[in-house]
C-alpha cells in the first residue's frame, strides 16, 4: 500500500522549509507544503503580515558588476525523524549564479528519506533547483523525484505572467501552460520577509506560494513566543515557537522553534497521523549522511494506519459496513466523506459521522461507445503524466482485453481482472510509477494497479479517475488506493489489486482525482487527515448475514454433521469422535475460528488469517512455523478446486500436519497431530471454500 510512501513525500518536502545557519539562507521558516517554498520542486511565495507589516524586498534587480566577487554559497544539512527514529536528510545550497547573462540565486535542495513498508525497506529520492532574481521572482524551477524506476523530471520556465511547464515519467513529456501569479516570490525573497516579520515582531503573517505537486497554496504562521525545548542531540534550548497551518490541508499543524539570535531555524514538528511525528533538526554533513548510510527504517504502515475495534471476517465479502467516524485530534477537521458509496446516516456535529458504506455496482447496461459525456467525464478520458493511456502498448491491450463486450461496466471488470493478472510482481517496492511504465514491469503496489486500470478503462473509452483511502486489514485502516469509472453519471469503484469486479465495503474513500494536474500532493493529503480520524465498526453484513458489534449472535451453524462458518464462508464435516469447539467471539487479533477436539486429548485446528495481496502460498511455511510448527516438509495439493498445500513437521516435538490454502486475501490453515491423521483427511477433504 503506496499511499504511505506518498505522504511521507509529501510531508518529507514540506519539512525542508527551514532557514539554514548563519545569514543569506533561501528557506521559509517551516516547511508545509510537499515542495515547499525552499525545496521540492520549488515553490514561490508572496507574504501578508497581520500585524507590523514590512515591505517586500527591493524589486530592482542587484545590477553587480561583472568582476565584482559573488557571495559565497550557503550550505545546509537536516536530519529527519520519524518519531525517534532516524530516517533521511535534507541538503540545501544558496548560491548566486549567472545563467543567460543575469544574476540570479539558485536554490539547490536533495533530500533522502528511508522507511519500511510491510517489511520492505524503500527510499525517497528527491532534488530541485529553484532559479530567481534579486527581486524574487521565480525565473525556472527544475525538479526530479526518484521514486521508483520511472523519475519523474519536472521543468517550469516563467516568464511575465505565463509560465510552461514540462514533466516526464518514463513517457512522452507532458506540456501544460498557465497563468503565473506574480506574487508567487522565489525562496530568498520569501525568506528575507519571514526574517524582516519576525524582527519588526509580527504576531503572524501569510505566505502563498505554488508548488508543480499542490498547485497555488496558503501559508499562515502564528508566531508563540520563547520557549524552553529540548532538542534531539542538543541541550535544552530557549527557542521561538511558531506554528504553521496550509490552507489545504486545515488543521495539520507543522511546529517551529528558530534561535532567536540568528532566526535560522533548529527544529521543526508535524504530527503525522496516530502518535507518529516528522521532524527535522538541525544538523551536519557527517552526522546526515551517517544516518541515511544506516537508517532506522520505521514500519510506517502499522505506526500510521488508524485502528479499528473489531476484527471484520472476510473484509473482501463485506456488502456493507456500519463505522462511527471522529476526529482524534480536535485541531484536525474531518475530510468529506459523502460519495455515491458512502452515506452520511447520523451526525453529532461536524466532527463526529455515523457512517454506512456500501458495495455498489451498476443495475443498468452502459452501451459502448458512451455518448453524452459531461466536462468531468471528458477530462476523465485524457492522458496525462501518471495516466498515460495513448501508450502502445495499453492501447493495444485494452483493445485485445474486452474484445466483442459491449457494456461499459462489463469491460471494466474485465480490465481490472486483467490488470490484477499483469501484475505479476505485487511489488511494495515503488511508490507511484505511470501506467505505461506498470505495463512494461508488470511490477507496482496499490498505486500501479489504480493507474494501470484507470489508464485501460481510459483506453477503451471508459472514463475514469484513481481513489484513495482506506481498505481494513486485520483492525487497522492501510491506505490504498484503487479505481473508479464514471457510467451515466454516477461513479462505479474497482480495485485491481483484487480483481473481484467492483469492491467492497471494507474500502473507505478520503478523495477521487483525475490526476489531469500535477498536484498529487493535494489528492494524499486528505489521506494524512484520514490518519487522524478514530474509526470504529458498529455493525456489518455479509449477504443476508448483519452483525451488529456488541450484540450476541451465532456465525457458525452444524448442519447433518457439517460445520459451517457464516461468515468466512467455509464448511466442513465434522470427523466422527471430535467434538466442535467454536470460537464464538471473534476477537482483533483471532485466527482461530473452531478447534475439533477428542476426549483425551486431539485435537484439529482452523484458522483464518488475514495476508496481504502480495502474500505467496509459499509464504504459509513462515506463517506455520510462526505458530510454532518445525521441520516442515510441503507437498502441493489440490483443495476444493484450488492449489494448496499440506505439510508434514513437528509441533511440540510431536509428528504434525497442515493444511494451507489461499482465498483472496486470507489463508486458511488447518494443523493436527500426526496421530489424527484419519480425521484431519475427512477435514480436509470435505473442505469447501465456497461456504
Known amino acids: 500500500m503506496s499511499i504511505f510512501g506518498n505522504v511521507l513525500r509529501f510531508l518529507g518536502r514540506r519539512s525542508r522549509a527551514v532557514p539554514v545557519a548563519a545569514g543569506a539562507c533561501a528557506t521559509l521558516i517551516v516547511g508545509i507544503t510537499t515542495a515547499n517554498c ?40 537536516q536530519l529527519m525523524y520519524m518519531g525517534d527514529a532516524k ?53 525556472r524551477i527544475e525538479a526530479e523525484s526518484n521514486m521508483a524506476a520511472a523519475k519523474t523530471r519536472t521543468v517550469v520556465e516563467v516568464k511575465g505572467d505565463r509560465a510552461e511547464m514540462v514533466q516526464h515519467a518514463g513517457g512522452p513529456p507532458q506540456v501544460k501552460s498557465f497563468d503565473w501569479d506574480p506574487e508567487w516570490i522565489g525562496v530568498r525573497a520569501a525568506d528575507r520577509i519571514t526574517r524582516a516579520q519576525i524582527q519588526a515582531g509580527a504576531k503572524s503573517f501569510v505566505l502563498k506560494n505554488w508548488t508543480p505537486d499542490q498547485g497555488a497554496v496558503v501559508l499562515t504562521t502564528e508566531l508563540q513566543g520563547e520557549v524552553k525545548v529540548a532538542v534531539p542531540g542538543r541541550r535544552e534550548e530557549t527557542l521561538l515557537h511558531s506554528r504553521s497551518t496550509l490552507d489545504i490541508l486545515p488543521g495539520v499543524i507543522t511546529e517551529s522553534w528558530t534561535d532567536p539570535a540568528t532566526l535560522d531555524t533548529v527544529m521543526t ?51 456493507e459496513l456500519l463505522v462511527r467516524v471522529r476526529v482524534a485530534d480536535p485541531e484536525m477537521p474531518l475530510p468529506p466523506l459523502a460519495d455515491e458509496r458512502q452515506v452520511v446516516v447520523e451526525s453529532a456535529g461536524k466532527d463526529d459521522l455515523l457512517l454506512r458504506v456500501s458495495r455498489v455496482v451498476p443495475q443498468q447496461g452502459f452501451a459502448l461507445p458512451l455518448s453524452g459525456l459531461t466536462a468531468e467525464e471528458q477530462e476523465c478520458l485524457g492522458s496525462n503524466l501518471m495516466i498515460d493511456h495513448v501508450d502502445p502498448a495499453i492501447t493495444a491491450l485494452a483493445k485485445q482485453v474486452v474484445g466483442d463486450e459491449t457494456d461499459a461496466w462489463s469491460a471494466a471488470c474485465r480490465l481490472e481482472r486483467f490488470a490484477y493478472e499483469h501484475i505479476s510482481d505485487k511489488s511494495m517496492s515503488k511508490l507511484f510509477e505511470p501506467a505505461s511504465k506498470v505495463c512494461s514491469t508488470r511490477s507496482g503496489d496499490c498505486t500501479e494497479h489504480g493507474v494501470l486500470l484507470a489508464a485501460l478503462c481510459r483506453a477503451a473509452g471508459i472514463p475514469s479517475r484513481v481513489a484513495v483511502g482506506f481498505l481494513y486489514f486485520k483492525g487497522i485502516w492501510g491506505g490504498h488506493m484503487w479505481t473508479e469509472v464514471s457510467l451515466g453519471g454516477k461513479w462505479y469503484a474497482l480495485d485491481a489489486v483484487l480483481g473481484r469486479g467492483g469492491i467492497d465495503a471494507a474500502h473507505l474513500r478520503l478523495a477521487a482525482d483525475s490526476l489531469m494536474t500535477s498536484e498529487i500532493g493535494r489528492v494524499f493529503g486528505n489521506v494524512m487527515l484520514g490518519m487522524t480520524m478514530d474509526i470504529d465498526i458498529t455493525a456489518y453484513r455479509h449477504g443476508d448475514k448483519e452483525v451488529k458489534v456488541g450484540e450476541e449472535m451465532k456465525v457458525y451453524a452444524l448442519d447433518g454433521g ?48 488475514d495476508v496481504t495481496y502480495d502474500t505467496k502460498l509459499d509464504d504459509a511455511k513462515g506463517v506455520l512455523e510462526a505458530h510454532g510448527m518445525t521441520r516442515l516438509k510441503p507437498a ?20 504434525a500436519l497442515a493444511l494451507a490454502a489461499l482465498r483472496d486475501q486470507t489463508l486458511l490453515l488447518i494443523t493436527a497431530p500426526a496421530s489424527e491423521e484419519a480425521a484431519f483427511e475427512v477435514v480436509v477433504g470435505s473442505l469447501d471454500l465456497d461456504g
Open 562 to 609: 457439517r460445520y459451517r462458518h457464516l461468515l468466512f464462508d467455509l464448511s466442513f464435516a465434522t470427523p466422527e469422535g471430535l467434538t466442535v469447539a467454536p470460537n464464538e467471539r471473534i476477537k482483533l487479533g483471532d485466527d482461530e475460528i473452531v478447534e475439533l477436539l477428542r476426549e483425551g486429548g486431539g485435537k484439529i485446528e482452523v484458522a483464518v488469517v
Open 87 to 139: 530516517v533521511g536528510f535534507v541538503h540545501i545550497v544558496t548560491e548566486q549564479i549567472e545563467r543567460d547573462g543575469r544574476l540570479l540565486w539558485k536554490t539547490f535542495n536533495d533530500s533522502a528519506i528511508a522507511m519500511n513498508r510491510l517489511g520492505t525497506n524503500v527510499t525517497v529520492l528527491q532534488s530541485s533547483s529553484t532559479f530567481e532574481d534579486e527581486a524574487g521572482n521565480v525565473v
Open 38 to 77: 525552499a525545496a521540492g520542486p520549488s515553490a514561490a511565495g508572496t507574504a501578508q503580515a497581520a500585524a507590523a507589516p514590512v515591505a517586500a524586498p527591493d524589486a530592482t534587480p542587484a545590477a553587480a558588476p561583472a568582476a565584482a566577487a559573488q557571495p559565497e554559497a550557503i550550505e545546509e544539512w
Open 269 to 319: 514538528l508535524t504530527k503525522m497521523g496516530g502518535a507518529l511525528t516528522l521532524r527535522s533538526v538541525a544538523s551536519d554533513k557527517a552526522e546526515c549522511l551517517a544516518a541515511f548510510a544506516n537508517p532506522d527504517t520505521p514500519e510506517m504502515f502499522d505506526r500510521m494506519s488508524p485502528r479499528t475495534n473489531v476484527r471484520l471476517p472476510d473484509p473482501y465479502r463485506c456488502d
Open 636 to 655: 502441493d495439493v489440490e483443495v476444493d478446486g484450488r492449489k494448496a498445500k499440506r505439510y508434514r513437521g513437528k509441533k511440540d516435538k510431536a509428528e
